[in-house]
């Protein structure tokens, strides 16, 4: 009995390789574009809840709070506008005169505007 014989030895030739590397580009190029597309979401995102918070707080120095009292307060009641779809929860809190809205929106993350 004699020993089996090898496979021949495969050659790639240059049109499988250019197939590969273009290959290769695309997925990289989806990734990129992915992450840039991820990216610019939670900007955006963010970028909404900032803007609701910068006007509560606005809104809250019209106000003219007292310097000698603090409180808080559900920022739809003073802008009497719904909450952005993003955020799960605003209020503002005056301390000692200064306003400043805590905003928690989704994925647990907090944002805190003041003026």
Same mark, same amino acid.
């Given at each position: 009995?004699?020993?089996?014989?090898?496979?021949?030895?495969?050659?790639?030739?240059?049109?499988?390789?250019?197939?590969?590397?273009?290959?290769?580009?695309?997925?990289?190029?989806?990734? +990129?574009?992915?992450?840039?597309?991820?990216?610019?979401?939670?900007?955006?995102?963010?970028?909404?809840?900032?803007?609701?918070?910068?006007?509560?707080?606005?809104?809250?120095?019209?106000?003219?709070?007292?310097?000698?009292?603090?409180?808080?307060?559900?920022?739809?009641?003073?802008?009497?506008?719904?909450?952005?779809?993003? +955020?799960?929860?605003?209020?503002?809190?005056?301390?000692?005169?200064?306003?400043?809205?805590?905003?928690? +929106?989704?994925?647990?993350?907090?944002?805190? +505007?003041?003026?």
């Amino acid at each position: 009995m004699s020993p089996p014989t090898p496979p021949p030895a495969r050659t790639i030739t240059d049109a499988q390789r250019k197939s590969t590397f273009r290959t290769f580009l695309w997925i990289l190029g989806g990734f +990129v574009a992915t992450i840039g597309l991820l990216v610019a979401t939670f900007s955006f995102q963010g970028r909404a809840a900032r803007e609701y918070g910068s006007r509560a707080v606005q809104a809250a120095i019209a106000s003219k709070p007292s310097p000698s009292i603090s409180y808080e307060q559900p920022c739809a009641d003073l802008l009497n506008m719904p909450l952005p779809d993003t +955020v799960d929860k605003c209020v503002i809190r005056v301390m000692s005169g200064a306003p400043e809205a805590i905003l928690d +929106v989704e994925g647990g993350r907090q944002y805190r +505007v003041t003026k």
